[in-house]
Structure formats: C-alpha cells, structure tokens
Nanobody, 125 residues
Framework: QLQLVESGGGLVQPGGSLRLSCAAS????????VGWFRQAPGKEREGVAC????????NYVDSVKGRFTISRDNAKNTVYLQMNSLKPEDTDVYYC??????????????????WGQGTQVTVSS
C-alpha cells in the first residue's frame, strides 16, 4: 500500500526553525516528484515547494523563498522541508504529496496523486 507519512511538526517561536520529513512506504520515491503543501482551516490548500524525482530542480512559492528548503534523500525514501525564519503566518497543517514523473515539478495541488495525513506547524510566542 502506497503511503506517505509526515513528521516533524510542532510549536516554535517566531524566527525559529523546524524540519519536516515525508517518508514513503510501499513504493520507491526515486521516481516521483514530491511537493509540500499547507492548509489553514477554511482555506484552500496551497503549494509551498516541490522537488523533481532526480532532486535536480526545485520550485518555491514566493512567500517562502529564501526561508524554506526542500531536499530529498532517496536512499532513505524521504523528502524534507527545512523551514527557517518562521513567521506566525506559516502556521498551518503541512502535507506532502507525490506524483510519478520525470519532468519539472509543479506546486499545484491538482498535479499530485498521493497524499500524506499532514502535520501541524504552529508559530507563536
């Protein structure tokens, strides 16, 4: 069974850092583009960052450029989202998603087939 499991969320003060992990089981993540998304209650799920299957290319939404870094370790079947200089407006449930692809990645939620259950990130003093 294909499964994605996010971890690493929690409560952090403004200006702090967190690293989210997205671990895949039941399939080999090497062949998949992976994206990170976030969603607040009552709002649309928005793309944050994505990385190609090879890891050679990434994309970020403007609001996180320079603060967030997406990376992958295919040997561990895991993708990461390093989040620095966190702001209260980064508070959301964060999801990872995957789609089999050899092309450039996209931060549109409609492009992804498999989703994790989400992990809560709260930025507050």
């Amino acid at each position: 069974q294909l499964q994605l499991v996010e971890s690493g969320g929690g409560l952090v003060q403004p200006g702090g850092s967190l690293r989210l992990s997205c671990a895949a089981s039941g399939f080999i993540l090497d062949y998949y583009n992976v994206g990170w998304f976030r969603q607040a209650p009552g709002k649309e799920r928005e793309g944050v960052a994505c990385i190609t299957s090879s890891g050679g290319s990434t994309n970020y939404v403007d609001s996180v450029k320079g603060r967030f870094t997406i990376s992958r370790d295919n040997a561990k079947n895991t993708v990461y989202l390093q989040m620095n200089s966190l702001k209260p407006e980064d508070t959301d449930v964060y999801y990872c998603a995957a789609v089999p692809s050899v092309f450039m990645c996209d931060t549109s939620k409609y492009e992804y087939d498999y989703w994790g259950q989400g992990t809560q990130v709260t930025v507050s003093s």
